[in-house]
């Protein structure tokens, strides 16, 4: 049975956002392993505290987050 672990910074994203998430991943999985994985892919999101996660050695909070999301550098 497929684990997927998702971990995200806190507040990037909606319950929207996350279902949909979780719909397409769940899709991938059953795209390679087939119909029967769906009932057994388990897709779990984590969100991490912003400036609790850090991207080469600094830490990444909300808002350089948007700013990858609108492509510009963190």
């Not at 397409?24 to 505290?49: F, H, N, Q």
């Not at 400036?51 to 987050?65: E, H, I, Q």
């Amino acid at each position: 049975m497929p684990l997927i672990n998702v971990k995200l910074i806190e507040g990037v994203f909606n319950e929207g956002e996350k279902k949909q998430m979780a719909a397409k991943l769940t899709d991938a999985m059953v795209a390679i392993e087939g119909e029967a994985m769906r009932s057994v892919t388990w897709v779990v999101i984590e969100e991490v505290k912003s400036g609790d996660w850090s991207l080469g050695g600094r830490p990444l909070a909300v808002d350089d987050v948007r700013a990858m999301q609108a492509g510009k550098a963190a």
